[in-house]
């Protein structure tokens, strides 16, 4: 048993292809090999699909999945193409993601007809979408079916992609200021020891954590996302289970997610596009489990929940305030290209000054109106703003705010 | 750098608190211990939070956590009680969950108060939820506004659970017939090398992996679930993002869940309880990527999207139909103290089959209402039903089945 591998003194054994991030064309770069079928061709740390993979290493003990099973990937190249942008030529903007991971079939046909096993990180389909505030905004005459980006049912046409994580170290590194050396160490012992590659395999500079990734949903001529001509709205959301999925009331989330997506069909139906980049990143990267002690914490503290000790109640808990890291979120703007959003659907001074940062204007950020804001949700709201949010036209009753009690 | 730790003859370290698991009470189990603040006390591997560990990680390395935090747990137990039930006391019903993860403050007061630092990795609070599906069947009079169950404004009082994996290792392996032995090597193996302990510290029963847990939601009285008198609706839901937030039309999910919902709350507004268990296992447990690559080969296949080749399509991209692994789904049951559903929204096969191997009584199953199958979900319905989903009154079309093509 073979516990860690050992970089050979040449860097990556002689079978595996050449990786060099950032190169300008596909030919150049290489591609990123971290599939298990034949161990001599991996260039990577990590496999693929993220904590996902645990659940196929479970497939393969339960006998249910061969070791060596490839994928028949016949019929699954994108609906529609991004790129290539220049972007993807510049090893600082992109480092949380591979730039050429949805076209792996054309980008690398000599790899795959080599015998080397090259598999996709993005994936991009086409669908429809029929969400009830959607339909409410067709009701109340905001949007108009007009047979196209609103079908005759009521139901969103939208081109949609996956999208795995993969790291570029020592991108990654930059990013937070700190040597890839301290980053690797850091990364594989405050796991728990997960990867010991990441410390013996310094010639490995690519690594594909096991943590969620990212979905699109693109509105409109997706071949007109970053042409940077035509107007662009969007929302950059942050997974929130019980808001999301079950319209918990404690937060803005699934309000604020569905005022996007109706701006960016209003968008699409003006001529221009939309975007909604839909990160896995529950309870601020904290997990649900954090999240939900931080509630009782919140709802029972003597005083009650106020907009006051909103931020305190998490930094107790889990030591900071937020794990999102938007240092890297700018990186698929990068990759469609990206350099102007029209309009945003964010309030988050964080998400703003990552854009910024990444030299992406943003024209005009759009409030969450206040009437979506759910009522146990004024505390965060009223937290936020104070905190330095950007919230034009909000009405603060500050003094006013108090969550509910636990057992309310 | 010490790249792996290997145990001493006697198991492990002196200074870590024992665990037997399936113990019959919570002095003689012993606490979990996979925090990283001191790793002598550790008897697990890996860490707490999932794949959100990864963000802590990165979190140390970017200076923004030091890495002796340790949580301030003040006012964060649960919101109600769950247990302790007999389940909690046999190896054998419950391997991939902590029965005591959310009472570590009370269960193990002494380890804590001794330095040991003991998380919870099961969190309980409450919450109002307003879905606007349950708004449709306040309207369409299906549901009353009773003031309780459903408050006055239309919201429905939950009280919700947040559940992170622990696995008990010889448990799993003997779930799914394989050795221990076997079971650690594969599972180190096929994720790339993640965790090298698990091959070398055969004295650590108990892993914590990077994957996404469960949340469950509860109505009504909540200390009457697992009474086995007081009858009780549930769903078994597996997370799809693109139906249960973005409602795209092409799976049942959201709309069953919903069903599901409203099932549950008719059924604590009767005296009885409702359980929804909402297992994070995205497009069958092979990721979003996976899923997408899946969809275009469905849609594009010669003869079109058809009922017929519904499951050959994912086994020829992910070499099995599904990897959800049910197994593993019964012991959330066990943990509640359930042994009687009288109310199943769901048509699985799998997880009747699951439950009833566990011993857990399905008295009735309750299939989706025809008129909540959107357009392009028929063709995943038929195939299930064809491949031996229950389908009571389901009005099969399956010679006239076919899935929308990718581009219309």
Request: charged share 25%; net charge neutral.
């Amino acid at each position: 048993m073979v516990l860690t591998s050992h970089g050979a003194a040449t860097g990556v054994s002689a079978a595996a292809p050449a990786l060099h991030w950032g190169a300008p064309d596909a030919a150049t770069r290489g591609p990123v090999v971290a599939t298990l079928t034949d161990p001599r061709h991996r260039n990577a740390i990590g496999t693929h699909a993220g904590g996902y993979s645990v659940y196929r290493a479970l497939a393969i003990a339960a006998g249910s999945l061969t070791a060596d099973f490839r994928a028949d990937l016949t019929n699954t190249a994108p609906s529609d193409a991004i790129g290539p942008h220049p972007q993807w030529g510049d090893a600082g903007k992109i480092v949380s993601l591979d730039p050429w991971g949805h076209m792996v079939g054309e980008a690398f046909a000599r790899e795959l007809a080599a015998g080397i096993d090259v598999r996709p990180t993005i994936a991009i389909t086409r669908a429809h979408i029929d969400m009830p505030e959607i339909r409410d905004a067709i009701r109340a005459g905001r949007l108009k079916i007009d047979g196209d980006i609103i079908g005759p049912k009521g139901d969103v046409r939208v081109t949609k992609a996956a999208i795995d994580p993969v790291w570029y170290l020592p991108g990654i590194a930059e990013r937070f200021g700190v040597s890839e050396g301290r980053l690797r160490r850091d990364l594989f012992e405050y796991t728990g020891g997960m990867f010991p590659e990441l410390v013996t395999r310094g010639d490995l500079k690519v690594f594909l954590p096991p943590i969620g990734g990212m979905t699109l949903y693109m509105f409109g001529d997706v071949s007109k996302i970053g042409d940077n001509v035509t107007p662009l709205a969007c929302r950059v959301h942050d997974e929130c289970n019980g808001s999301d999925v079950f319209s918990s009331d404690i937060c803005t989330c699934r309000p604020y997610l569905a005022h996007g997506i109706e701006l960016c069909v209003e968008m699409a139906q003006k001529g221009g596009t939309g975007l909604v980049v839909y990160n896995r990143k529950e309870g601020r990267a904290l997990g649900e489990v954090t999240k939900f002690l931080v509630y009782n914490a919140r709802k029972r503290q003597e005083g009650g929940d106020l907009p006051d000790t909103y931020f305190k109640r998490t930094e107790c808990v889990a030591g900071v305030q937020d794990m999102r890291f938007q240092e890297l979120m700018p990186d698929v703007f990068h990759w469609l290209g990206i350099r102007r959003i029209d309009r945003f659907a964010s309030m988050s001074d964080m998400k703003f000054n990552a854009l910024a940062r990444a030299g992406i204007d943003v024209v005009e950020r759009v409030p969450i109106p206040d009437d979506l804001i759910p009522p146990d949700a004024r505390v965060e709201m009223e937290a936020k703003v104070s905190a330095g949010y950007y919230g034009a036209g909000f009405q603060s009753q500050y003094d006013r705010t108090q969550g509910r009690g636990l057992k309310e």
